[in-house]
């Protein structure tokens, strides 16, 4: 099992350019998150969704957007690109019903 | 979420247990207690979950004070592998509003061979 599959692995951005930061899962949740982590600190929730065509807002949306067409993908969309926004990206997943969260391996994105 | 707390950093000796405390001393009836693991340069990983009762695992255990307002993960036997940085999180699996855990700064557990 591949679990969850982020891309790319790091990326670096001129300010003002957009991205889309792309996660995929195989195993069939219908839970889907992305979290962004700065140097020593934890993981601040950006969005998340329930199901396909379902999202909403977390702790820190501002100057992203999610899309959920399918069961599988989650991307993550930067518009407008920010120096505040260089961070290292996580996606995850989780069943319904179960609590465990599954990770991908991370996204490094700087904005310079 | 209900808030916890842990010591920023932990130091232990290979081959030796371990105890993580945490502290949630506003924790409702409802939230289960969450333990994630980050070693360097990867994303979390899931090690324990319980509510009221002690739970074991491959992983670790997790002891549950009575009344639920501390919790400490216990690691049987270091390795090396194991340093990281350890979470402990409160989830409400029952109200409404924002899904997801809200992950602290966490303990950092160092490892001495």
């Known amino acids: 099992n591949a679990g969850v599959t982020q891309t790319p692995k790091f990326r670096i951005l001129k300010i003002g350019q957009s991205m889309t930061l792309q996660c995929t899962q195989d195993?069939?949740?219908?839970?889907m998150y992305w979290y962004r982590q700065d140097p020593g600190m934890g993981l601040k929730l950006i969005y998340y969704?329930?199901?396909?065509?379902?999202?909403d807002k977390g702790e820190v949306p501002n100057g992203y957007n999610v899309s959920r067409s399918t069961t599988e993908d989650f991307p993550l969309r930067l518009e407008l690109a920010a120096p505040s926004q260089t961070s290292v990206y996580f996606c995850?997943?989780?069943?319904?019903?179960?609590?465990?969260?599954?990770f991908g391996s991370g996204t490094q994105l700087s904005v310079l | 979420d209900a808030k916890t707390t842990q010591p920023n950093s932990m130091e232990s000796n290979e081959e030796e247990p371990v105890h993580l405390p945490c502290n949630h001393s506003?924790?409702?009836?409802?939230?289960?207690i969450h333990w994630y693991r980050q070693l360097p340069s990867q994303g979390p990983e899931y090690v324990i979950h319980?509510?009221?009762s002690n739970v074991n695992n491959r992983m670790a255990s997790l002891a549950i004070a009575e009344d639920r307002k501390s919790s400490t993960l216990i690691l049987h036997r270091a390795t090396l592998r194991d340093a990281a940085v350890y979470y402990c999180?409160?989830?409400?699996?029952?109200?409404?509003?924002?899904?997801?855990?809200?992950f602290g700064k966490g303990t950092h557990l160092i490892i001495q061979p």
């Open positions: 995850a997943s989780r069943a319904r019903g179960d609590e465990k969260l599954f």
């Open positions: 195993m069939n949740h219908n839970y």
């Open positions: 969704s329930v199901g396909a065509g379902i999202t």
């Open positions: 506003t924790i409702s009836g409802t939230d289960y």
């Open positions: 319980g509510l009221t």
């Open positions: 999180i409160l989830r409400d699996n029952i109200r409404g509003g924002a899904d997801g855990l809200t």
